[in-house]
């Protein structure tokens, strides 16, 4: 079992930018890939990102595909989000979540483990 805790969210004006962190307990989080997801009020939870066991492979939604950089500390169980030159269209509320699944797993129904998200809104 594994639990999640992300953080880092908040209020953030347009271009500017924002590092999510999720903090991983229980098993060691080295044994799973990781994903970041999104939702917005009246949407379907989206793929921002994902990340191999190693950090060795990422992958990106072509949304936030060269603004924003997800890695991760394995000796800190801890997986990250960087988001840079931020829109009003990245407001939502942002998952993390870890897999068993060999990346890259796109879909939120190949992941086993979520956090309970944090919000991130960009004012125009």
């Known amino acids: 079992q594994v639990q999640l805790v992300e953080s880092g969210g908040g209020l953030v004006q347009a271009g500017g930018s924002l590092r999510l962190s999720c903090a991983a307990s229980?098993?060691?989080?080295?044994?799973?890939?990781a994903g970041w997801f999104r939702q917005a009020p009246g949407k379907e939870r989206a793929f921002v990102a994902a990340?191999?066991?190693?950090?060795?492979?990422?992958y990106y939604a072509d949304s936030v595909k060269g603004r924003s950089t997800i890695s991760r500390d394995n000796a800190k169980n801890t997986v990250y989000l960087q988001m840079n030159s931020l829109k009003p269209e990245d407001t939502a509320v942002y998952y993390c979540?870890?897999?068993?699944?060999?990346?890259?797993?796109?879909?939120?129904?190949?992941?086993?483990?979520w956090g309970q998200g944090t919000q991130v809104t960009v004012s125009s």
């Open positions: 979540a870890g897999t068993v699944a060999v990346v890259p797993a796109t879909t939120q129904y190949q992941y086993d483990y």
């Open positions: 229980g098993r060691t989080f080295s044994s799973y890939a």
């Open positions: 990340i191999s066991r190693s950090g060795g492979s990422t």
